[in-house]
């Protein structure tokens, strides 16, 4: 255990990272050099759903619906979750770009 603490330590010593936000894709070219790590997040970033059901608006719409009717904060966001695991199972995705 303690060797890969050590290995950890001694790798994450020469790592750096950056978030850089961009409004377009190719914006990210210009921050990029031979030996970059690119980590994009999928959702609302490379893709979305073809239509507004399962989206991230879709979704905090759902929340906010499902407080209204009188669930708690936690419980409303796990049952929009379980309503947009359905949905996103269904749905078809669109590049963003």
């Known amino acids: 255990m303690q ?7 001694f790798i994450s010593s020469y790592l750096f990272g950056q978030i850089i936000p961009c409004d377009h894709l190719e914006d990210v ?3 990029a050099k031979s030996n970059t790590l690119i980590i994009f997040d999928l959702d609302n970033t490379l893709i979305c759903p073809a239509q507004m059901l399962g ?3 879709w979704f905090e719409y ?5 407080k209204q009717n009188g669930h ?3 419980m409303a966001t796990k049952k929009t979750l379980q309503e947009w695991l359905q949905v ?5 995705v669109t590049t963003v770009e």
């Not at 759902?62 to 499902?66: D, E, R, S």
């Not at 996103?88 to 078809?92: C, E, L, P, R, V």
């Open 72 to 74: 708690s904060s936690e």
């Open 88 to 92: 996103i199972t269904q749905t078809s």
């Open 3 to 9: 060797k890969v603490l050590f290995f950890l330590f």
């Open 62 to 66: 759902q929340v906010q619906k499902n």
């Open 55 to 57: 989206s991230n608006e």
């Open 29 to 31: 070219l210009k921050h």
